[in-house]
T-cell receptor, first 115, second 114 residues
Framework: DTEVTQTPKHLVMGMTNKKSLKCEQH?????MYWYKQKAKKPPELMFV???????INESVPSRFSPECPNSSLLNLHLHALQPEDSALYLC??????????????FGPGTRLTVT | AQTVTQSQPEMSVQEAETVTLSCTYD???????LFWYKQPPSRQMILVIR??????QNATENRFSVNFQKAAKSFSLKISDSQLGDAAMYFC???????????FGAGTQVVVTP
């Protein structure tokens, strides 16, 4: 099973709203990622969690707040977003570790629209 | 810094024909991995194929194969017997070791015509 699930599939929110994106994997992977992707562009890395600890924050604005409650779950809390934050948000996971397969598996994404 | 370059914004291929997508990368590392991901209109990112830098043998997955030229830092993807379902954006990606960030190229849009 190489499935990463994400909810919701679509989200429309106003600039004053607070919402959360959820991601789940049951592959025993110890690294999880959030990416932002604009149309016709490659994904841009936002955050990396390794063994449930935040290991990389790519200078993402504080209106995006990641959380990793356990090794299978990853959340992205959204608050006071701007219209330019509208994008596809992708979650991914990988096994990582010396000698481990290094490929990342992606979820289907959440299409976010900020109005 | 590592960079990944895909110089073909779009490639068109007829059904049952073969198309080759190019990718070059720049690195001074010896331990790295290269990937091709496919993103169809649904926008689900799907891993197509993986190549370890230390392996000389080119990776193959069914109709998909790569030509890995380590000295030239080239990693092209060949799609044989193209099918309508192969129509998608294809991203080449690089990862240093087992822990590094995944770096993507700009993508190549593959159009398959009947």
């Amino acid at each position: 099973d190489t499935e990463v699930t994400q909810t919701p599939k679509h989200l429309v929110m106003g600039m004053t709203n607070k919402k959360s994106l959820k991601c789940e994997q049951h592959m025993g992977h110890r690294a999880m990622y959030w990416y932002k992707q604009k149309a016709k562009k490659p994904p841009e890395l936002m955050f990396v969690y390794s063994y449930e600890k935040l290991s990389i924050n790519e200078s993402v604005p504080s209106r995006f707040s990641p959380e990793c409650p356990n090794s299978s779950l990853l959340n992205l809390h959204l608050h006071a977003l701007q219209p330019e934050d509208s994008a596809l948000y992708l979650c991914a996971s990988s096994q990582d570790g010396k000698g481990a397969p290094s490929e990342q598996y992606f979820g289907p994404g959440t299409r976010l629209t900020v109005t | 810094a590592q960079t990944v370059t895909q110089s073909q914004p779009e490639m068109s291929v007829q059904e049952a024909e073969t198309v080759t997508l190019s990718c070059t990368y720049d690195t001074s590392e010896s331990d790295y991995y290269l990937f091709w991901y496919k993103q169809p209109p649904s926008r689900q990112m799907i891993l197509v194929i993986r190549q370890e830098a230390y392996k000389q043998q080119n990776a193959t997955e069914n109709r998909f194969s790569v030509n890995f030229q380590k000295a030239a830092k080239s990693f092209s993807l060949k799609i044989s017997d193209s099918q309508l379902g192969d129509a998608a954006m294809y991203f080449c990606a690089y990862r240093r070791g087992s822990w590094g960030k995944l770096q993507f190229g700009a993508g190549t849009q593959v159009v398959v015509t009947p």
